[in-house]
């Protein structure tokens, strides 16, 4: 028996946290992981390591996974050879276009396609000869808020002030529970160490939530604000700090500030406290809290970006840090200077440049925001979805009315699904393709790197070999790429492995001048514990992507939809309103199915206030049914002195036990799905971001 010490991170979150990974060989058997801990010399994490990492060996090992193409006969699942499905595959999405157009094809990209540096490298091959204007992607049910304020502010969609969290001295969270999500564009692995260090040189960190969550629980103030309150807090704050001459010069260049000013000066602490339900004199105390530190960040995440105001929030974010001097600052919001720079190697993108064909929603980036993606599915006429592409998602769990979707993808005439599993929304599909898993693939992390709060590089290298007759995931794009240019004659462009592309990638960044080639791939195999590359410094000027090099503080798309705030009035005193929730030992909807991340207490239940379980008549662990204007759904309730009276929080990702998903540890999980009673009616209206948070509903005994 040999045993044999590896390196390498986890990419099941966003924490990218350093693992040492025991495995054992003998003559006759294969390689087995025998131990997962935390990398105690890693240069990020420090040895930290989450439930999710340990869980890696359970998805090695789940006999659900699926390790060779899968073609749906009927109601039955039979194997398909690898050649055969590509012909499969570029047969019928070319016969559909040739019949309906190009856009008759859509495309759904979910959360997992950034965890895998093959999906990011080689996706494009394949997808980009369709030709479609019907993109979507997890990216409008999370954090697209982000980039279209980044875009519109600093021209770049992934230019994303991260907080300094290890510099500041005072930390405004709003919507994060970043000790449940490990961070979340904050990558940011160990925490709640890094909080506590702010408390223990002096600092203070604030939580604003309508529940008071792992992370509230720990912080030196905890805020209840009511549900899409956000922007009406955010405002007051921005408000104060200009009325009570708060406010900081700012070394960057910025246009539009005396706007803002002007904009704001009707959004005062008291108009804005009935409509966020904090108190005018809490609001005022706050921001002269936040102004009179010596650095401060204000940091915004799930919460804030899945409600109707999402991108007026994230733009109001990024004001209090620039107007109090905190933006592009030291112990402020900084943005990552990553070995390989999508920034610099990328152009800014694009917003509305043209519409979906049912709604009229905006496109950003090449992508229509995933509410509307049923609705072109299931309306008639020119342009009409007729076939399916998925990609590691599952929008029947993930996005709002889910069971309007299964209801579209019921009636579509051909799905292909890159997955892994027989999921709720894979079940659908006519072909499952999937890769090779975590373990038995190389990685780089491109995009969590952009979001981390210390400069750091690592390319993790594949623990167990390639199962025979298994491909990686860049693979299979390239073999449906080489078959969709055959059938459509159409000429491929050369291309390349994705530890190659990564290659280029560092030599040509910040770190790997083409000349002395001083990072490189072939560099960080002699750090297995990765390297660090220096704190976060100023260098938002230089990199800016607007047109004139300038921030805009005041962009005229995000001025418009003030008039749309303005028009907001008071909640009813009777609503109850919905959020989500997470929990540190999931991802979204796609970690159920391993015995060690869902053991335990269950976390499905509803939470709800003591008060208001009684004013309706139930009681803790009663089964209820929740409407909303979609649908309902039954679950158990529990009473919880962390939520906010006229609040209730449903986690997401729940509901497994649907006819024809095949995990089988996930279909024994109680619970149901957030996402059947969210409406996919509600968006963002300037970005299209889902509105999942805040979301009205009835509570009754079921």
């Not at 794009?477 to 280029?504: E, S, W």
């Not at 269950?602 to 009663?622: E, I, K, T, V, W």
């Not at 909303?628 to 002195?641: K, L, N, T």
Request: with cysteine.
């Amino acid at each position: 028996m040999t045993k044999t010490l590896h390196h390498r991170a986890c990419h099941l979150c966003e924490a990218i946290c350093g693992l040492t990974i025991e495995t054992t060989a003998s003559e006759d058997a294969d390689l087995q992981i025998t131990s997962i801990k935390g990398d105690t010399q890693d240069t990020f994490s420090r040895g930290h390591i989450c439930p999710k990492a340990v869980a890696l060996q359970d998805i090695q090992n789940d006999p659900d996974r699926l390790r060779q193409p899968m073609r749906r006969v009927g109601s039955q699942w039979q194997p398909i050879a690898w050649d055969d499905a590509f012909a499969l595959v570029a047969d019928r999405l070319s016969a559909i276009q040739e019949r309906h157009g190009q856009n008759a094809v859509a495309i759904y990209q979910g959360n997992p396609s950034v965890h895998n540096y093959g999906l990011m490298t080689h996706s494009n091959y394949f997808l980009s000869l369709l030709k479609t204007r019907n993109r979507f992607s997890a990216t409008s049910v999370d954090q697209l808020p982000h980039h279209l304020s980044s875009y519109l502010m600093y021209g770049h969609g992934f230019l994303l002030p991260i907080p300094d969290i290890d510099h500041t001295d005072f930390m405004l969270i709003l919507g994060g529970n970043p000790l449940a999500s490990n961070g979340s564009i904050m990558t940011v692995p160990d925490v709640e160490k890094r909080l506590k260090a702010i408390q223990a040189r002096g600092g203070k960190v604030v939580v604003v939530d309508p529940r008071r969550s792992e992370t509230a629980a720990m912080a030196d103030q905890h805020v209840f604000v009511r549900p899409g309150g956000d922007a009406a807090l955010l405002f007051g704050l921005l408000n104060t700090l200009f009325a009570e001459g708060l406010t900081r010069d700012s070394h960057l260049p910025v246009d539009g500030l005396e706007d803002v000013r002007q904009a704001v000066s009707g959004f005062s602490a008291e108009a804005m406290s009935p409509l966020c339900s904090v108190p005018a004199a809490q609001i005022r105390q706050l921001a002269r809290d936040f102004s009179s530190a010596k650095t401060a960040v204000c940091y915004g995440r799930m919460g804030v970006s899945t409600q109707a105001f999402g991108t007026l929030c994230h733009w109001l974010v990024q004001l209090i840090n620039l107007v109090t001097g905190n933006l592009d600052r030291v112990g402020g919001a900084l943005c990552t200077e990553p070995a390989v720079d999508l920034v610099a190697s990328t152009s800014g993108g694009h917003f509305n440049l043209w519409q979906s064909r049912v709604s009229g929603r905006p496109e950003y980036g090449g992508e229509f925001p995933v509410s509307a993606l049923a609705e072109e599915i299931l309306t008639e006429g020119e342009g009409q979805v007729r076939a399916l592409v998925t990609v590691a998602g599952n929008p029947v769990l993930s996005t709002p009315n889910g069971r309007q979707l299964e209801h579209a993808l019921d009636g579509l005439e051909f799905m292909l699904s890159i997955d892994l599993y027989i999921n709720e929304t894979t079940r659908y599909a006519d072909l499952i393709l999937p890769s090779t898993s975590a373990l038995e693939n190389d990685h780089y992390d491109t995009t969590f790197n952009m979001f981390a709060v210390r400069n750091v590089s690592r390319f993790n290298r594949a623990i167990l070999p390639k199962p025979e007759g298994a491909l990686h995931d860049w693979e299979i794009f390239v073999g449906l790429a080489q078959a969709f240019a055959a059938r459509t004659g159409k000429t491929l462009k050369p291309t390349m492995p994705p530890a190659q592309m990564i290659d280029f990638g560092l030599r040509a960044g910040p770190y790997g001048d083409a000349s002395t080639h001083k990072l490189s791939v072939a560099s960080l195999f002699d750090h297995p514990h990765g390297v660090d590359l220096g704190a976060l410094k100023a260098n938002l000027a230089p990199r800016l992507k607007t047109a004139n090099q300038r921030v805009q503080a005041a962009p005229p798309a995000i001025l418009a939809d003030l008039a749309r705030f303005a028009a907001l009035q008071a909640p009813p005193a009777d609503e109850l309103l919905m959020i989500g929730r997470r929990h540190v030992r999931s991802n979204n909807s796609w970690m159920h199915n391993y015995h060690r991340l869902v053991k335990g207490k269950p976390r499905h239940q509803l939470l709800m206030h003591p008060d208001d379980l009684a004013s309706r008549g139930l009681c803790d662990g009663q089964r209820v049914r929740v409407s909303s204007r979609i649908g309902e759904i039954e679950v158990e309730v529990m009473g919880s002195a962390d939520m906010m009276k006229g609040v209730v929080s449903l986690p997401h990702g729940w509901g497994h036990a649907r006819p024809g998903v095949r995990m089988t540890i996930a279909m024994a999980q109680p619970g149901s799905s957030a996402n059947d009673l969210t409406d996919e009616r509600q968006l963002d209206e300037l970005s299209g971001n889902a509105v999942l948070n805040g979301v009205p509903v009835t509570v009754a005994a079921a």
